[in-house]
């Protein structure tokens, strides 16, 4: 299956900081990625489908300026998010869909805010 | 809209007897259906996925599943419990005219004991 890395795999940052989250794919071009987040004990929760070389697609309740997306490359999706606060705190998982109707996951970025 | 159900949250097995995951789907079209696993503090490894050819779907380290239209279910098996095993589990089903996203079970944590 497709390999994706994320960067980091764990970030404490202070509130009200900005923190990046980088998403890789590494052995496929992938146009489209996706990113999700997950609490403690639950389901994945898709926040947005990010689309190389145009504006990310935010789900419903997502708020787009808080969770920036940036796909520049066909192998680098980047989450930005900013101002963040400790209700923030998270896990962050991306995916390539590199086959069709088949989603490769990252490992996961576990952010923590203080 | 599709959706999945994950009858058990938790489910518990001795090492080397069966493994019974259940997931029920529901879906106004044929639906493509998927079951991932995820170890502590990690990403989402695809087990196995079925979309629309054998109803037997045989996945990765032993595990299989199999589609039941009549009864709308898409359970997991495995012969024999490992250790390793000891995961949460998702069953996932592609969401009917939105190209890749996925919709996610609520996961069932399984633990295997000696």
């Known amino acids: 299956g497709a390999v994706v890395s994320q960067h980091p795999s764990w970030v404490i940052c202070k509130s009200g900081t900005s923190v990046k989250i980088e998403c890789r794919s590494l052995?496929?071009?992938?146009?489209?990625m996706f990113w999700y987040r997950q609490f403690p004990k639950q389901s994945l929760m898709l926040m947005a489908t990010?689309?190389?070389?145009?504006?990310?697609?935010?789900e419903q309740g997502v708020e787009k300026d808080k969770f920036l997306i940036n796909h520049a490359s066909l192998t680098l999706s980047t989450l930005t998010v900013t101002s963040a606060h400790p209700e923030d705190s998270s896990f962050y998982i991306c995916?390539?869909?590199?086959?069709?109707?088949?989603?490769?996951f990252g490992p996961g970025t576990r952010l923590l805010v203080l | 809209a599709q959706s999945v159900t994950q009858l058990d949250s938790h489910v518990s097995v001795s090492e080397g007897t069966p493994v019974l995951l259940r997931c029920n789907y529901s879906?106004?079209?044929?639906?493509?259906l998927f079951w991932y696993v995820q170890h502590p503090n990690k990403g989402l490894q695809l087990l196995l996925k079925?979309?629309?050819?054998?109803?037997l779907v045989k996945g990765i380290n032993g595990f299989e599943a199999e589609f039941k239209k009549s009864e709308t279910s898409f359970h997991l098996t495995k012969p024999s419990a490992h250790m390793s095993d000891a995961a949460e589990y998702f069953c996932?089903?592609?969401?009917?005219?939105?190209?890749?996203?996925?919709?996610f079970g609520t996961g069932t944590r399984l633990q295997v004991t000696l």
């Open positions: 995916s390539v869909d590199r086959e069709v109707e088949t989603q490769y």
């Open positions: 052995d496929f071009q992938a146009t489209t």
């Open positions: 990010s689309n190389e070389g145009s504006k990310a697609t935010y």
């Open positions: 879906s106004s079209y044929s639906p493509s």
């Open positions: 079925y979309t629309s050819a054998a109803t």
């Open positions: 996932v089903v592609i969401n009917t005219g939105t190209a890749s996203k996925l919709t």
